[in-house]
């Protein structure tokens, strides 16, 4: 008989990935959300006691305590890290007993030079959302602010869930439109005097770092593209008309962000191939100059090789002006076959 799905995971538990482990993390934090009259509080969860009216618990970098904690509380089954990493979707988004699993890849550090990703995951039941992470996305930073002001009407699990994913599509426009006006930049100082060529390695090294985000951009839409709608489907039972109206919403917000950023894609690649062609053009220019000068040295050479040498009898060796014409001859010899390049339009 094959494993089940819980054995599954208590084995990936025992042979934890070293390389996970180590990787740099924030530190271990568990906040409850509680219920207030028209909005959420965090309360801190320090003595391992959730508070009844608990709506989203927040878990950063689990612990085995909280992990047990999560589990007699209720009754499910906490993903593993190494689980989170999968990319099978069939281990990121499933249904199990009450509650719903969604693992999706977010985008952190995206104000530094070198964003990465995170896969975060979703634990969705009728009363509660859970949130499992090893890092702090922008996402959850902005929700952290939305969810306390009563405007914004986060008392339930689904509302939370919606507004959480509202942000999160919020943030990722936000980074296509500074990866729109980086591409802007690219394109306005790779062709904007291509009489003074411009510095191409910086256009390169940009079109290389606007390319990586893109690709980050576009594993984060697809998979909350994918998360939403296995949400839409999969929590249908206890989802409310309206929440589903506003995931509906979310789902062509995402497709067309989508759509943005395969145009995007397709302008970055233009780009590079332009910049590349101006390196190849900036080449080729440079080759042509050494070329022109050899061609203009090879007369010349010829003419002082043919009064350097050295025989016994050489005529007009004593000819008191020969100095004077030989080096009259090397300059003409010179000057003539870049006239004719001139004349040809080759130069």
């Known amino acids: 008989m094959w494993p089940g799905r819980q054995e599954c995971r208590r084995q990936a538990r025992r042979l934890a990935s070293p390389r996970l482990a180590a990787t ?21 969860v320090t003595d391992g006691t959730l508070p009844a009216d608990t709506v989203w618990l927040d878990v950063v970098n689990v612990t085995k305590g909280e992990e047990t904690l999560i589990e007699s509380r209720f009754g499910i089954e906490v993903p593993t890290r190494d689980e989170m ?6 281990n990121r988004l499933y249904r199990e007993g009450p509650a719903a699993y969604m693992t999706a890849t977010s985008l952190v550090d995206t104000d530094s030079a070198r964003p ?5 995951t979703f634990v969705f039941m009728r009363d509660c959302l859970i949130t499992l992470r090893y890092a702090e996305p922008w996402a959850f930073k902005a929700i952290a602010q939305r969810v306390v002001r009563p405007v914004t009407g986060c008392t339930t699990a689904e509302s939370t869930f919606v507004e959480l994913m509202e942000v999160t599509i919020e ?7 500074r990866v729109a006006e980086r591409l802007e930049e690219c394109s306005h100082r790779a062709f904007s005097d291509l009489a003074h060529m411009p510095d191409l390695r910086q256009v390169l090294n940009g079109l290389g770092r606007t390319g990586s985000l893109l690709g980050q951009l576009h594993q984060s839409l697809a998979d909350k593209e994918r998360l939403i709608g296995f949400a839409d489907q999969a929590c249908k039972e206890w989802l409310t008309s309206d929440a589903h109206d ?5 789902m062509g917000d995402l497709r067309a962000l989508i759509a943005e950023i395969d145009f995007l894609a397709n302008k970055a690649t233009f780009l590079l191939d332009a910049a590349v062609g101006l390196i190849s053009i900036e080449q080729n220019t440079t080759f042509k100059v050494l070329s022109v000068l050899s061609v203009a040295l090879l007369p010349p050479a010829v003419v002082a090789g043919a009064f350097g040498m050295n025989f016994e009898y050489i005529p007009l ?14 300059a003409l010899s010179g000057v003539l076959p870049l006239l004719v390049l001139k004349r040809k339009k080759w130069l």
């Open 24 to 44: 740099v993390a924030v530190a271990a934090m568990m906040t409850a959300w509680i219920r207030t009259a028209h909005a959420l509080a965090p309360h801190p």
């Open 116 to 120: 990465r990703t995170t896969p975060v």
């Open 246 to 250: 506003r995931l509906h919403v979310q």
């Open 317 to 330: 060796t004593h000819w008191g002006p020969g100095f004077f014409v030989a080096l009259g001859a090397m």
């Open 171 to 177: 943030r990722l426009a936000e980074l296509i439109e």
């Open 85 to 90: 990493h999968a990319i099978e979707v069939s």
